[in-house]
């Protein structure tokens, strides 16, 4: 790629390790302001109405992606992008310290609507990071190692992420809202230092392709004539499940209830362990084929949540809040190789210098479905969350035969 280091540039190493300590603070970040556990265990405590709880994983998960495809044209026009990347962390460190402030002073439906704008704000920062950084990755990271950064990242914040849910599944610190919201301030803190070890990232200078962004038409063209981008779209489309599954998977325990929240311990610590056992491994494994990662956790989410979604059928439930944290563990490590086959696949994909435009059109493509697939919830509530969880196994199963047909794109000469 234009502008790119090569393998051997000697400064390679030291721009690994200002990825490495960016992404692992952000990721941990992330682990400790998580939505779908985390903020809905806050926002049902501070007495916030059940609608606004139902919005966050919509709002975090749509709004950090949709508005890409507008952001792409502007850092396209960049010839140095970090500082988009640098400035979208230092938002979410702001927004995530607004979220802990408004759990500690309000209460009821108006820390609920803080706190869901607080998110809303974190979520189009992170929409700015997103969209800036497998550009920059593939011209500051050599092949082979891009994967491996992401996935040695992912592992170190696991750890930190599973300690503080062991904590906290045995009462140190004690399950609070104080607590949960100190550590909130630990998440905008270490954003906000990752964008400031981000921003003194050694980045060449960028060829300037803002062409492509000239008309709706020019945006989206690498659907209509890159086939092994349209590939890519449809096997990320197909495994979505993999992100909407664990709500249902607790509703299906029975563990959802506001009487269960003292689990929240529990699920976290098996999310956390499938990411400290599965992230390095998936990275490393996309950095040889990432066709391959996305097919393999096609298939591990569609054994685990066919899995479920057969004993539920059966039994009526999955025996309550030990075996939910026992499917979420694997569907975590199934979402764990999603994250990792799409990142590197697209990274490592030949896109002609318009990585920026490919990363927001696929971003915009999934942003569209996650917002529909919202109506899931309502078909759970009419046929149980077992169909549902039937329709995401039969659709990672989709996924992973689809993932077989992509091309081997860490091959030089494919």
């Known amino acids: 790629m234009t502008g790119a280091h090569s393998p051997d540039d000697k400064g390679e190493a030291q721009r690994f390790m200002r990825h490495f300590a960016s992404l692992s603070a952000t990721k941990l970040a992330d682990g400790l302001i998580d939505p779908k556990l985390v903020l809905a265990w806050l926002m049902s405590a501070v007495g916030a109405p059940g609608y606004l709880i139902g919005a966050l994983v919509p709002i975090r998960e749509a709004g950090a992606l949709l508005p890409q495809i507008l952001l792409a044209r502007e850092i396209q026009r960049r010839r140095v992008r970090k500082y988009f990347w640098a400035g979208g962390a230092m938002l979410q460190g702001l927004a995530a310290l607004g979220v802990a402030c408004a759990a500690l002073t309000l209460e009821g439906a108006r820390a ?143 563990a959802g209830s506001a009487a269960r929240l003292g689990n929240l311990g529990l699920l976290m610590v098996a999310s956390s362990l499938a990411a400290i056992g599965s992230s ?97 919830g309502l078909l759970a509530d009419l046929a149980g969350p077992s169909v549902v969880l039937a329709i995401f196994a039969g659709l990672s199963a989709l996924a992973a035969l689809a993932a077989l047909k992509l091309s081997e794109v860490q091959q030089p000469n494919r």
């Open 112 to 254: 609920g609507w803080v706190i869901l704008g607080c998110l809303a704000a974190l979520a189009l920062a992170r929409a700015v990071c997103s969209a800036s950084y497998k550009d920059i990755a593939a011209r500051t990271l050599a092949k082979g190692s891009r994967g491996t950064v992401s996935g040695a990242a992912g592992t170190v914040s696991a750890i930190a992420v599973f300690a503080f849910a062991l904590g906290l599944s045995i009462g140190v610190p004690p399950l609070s809202v104080t607590s949960l919201s100190v550590a909130i301030m630990v998440a905008g803190a270490l954003w906000l230092m990752a964008a400031a070890t981000f921003v003194q990232l050694d980045e060449p200078k960028a060829d300037l392709n803002a062409d492509g962004f000239d008309t709706a038409r020019a945006v989206i063209r690498p659907l209509r004539t890159d086939a092994e981008f349209r590939a890519y779209v449809l096997v990320r489309a197909l495994l979505i499940p993999t992100a909407l599954a664990p709500p249902f998977l607790v509703m299906l325990s029975n």
């Open 280 to 376: 390095y491994i998936w990275g490393r494994l996309s950095d040889r084929s990432s066709r391959m990662t996305l097919a393999l956790s096609g298939a591990t989410a569609a054994v685990a949540l066919g899995g479920a979604a057969a004993i539920g059928l059966v039994t009526g439930g999955i025996g309550g809040p030990a075996m939910a944290a026992l499917f979420i563990f694997a569907a975590q490590i199934a979402y764990e190789g999603v994250r990792a086959g799409r990142k590197t696949h697209l990274t490592d994909m030949d896109t002609q210098g318009g990585k920026a435009i490919y990363t927001a059109l696929s971003n915009t493509v999934i942003g569209v479905l996650l917002l529909a697939g919202g109506g899931f």
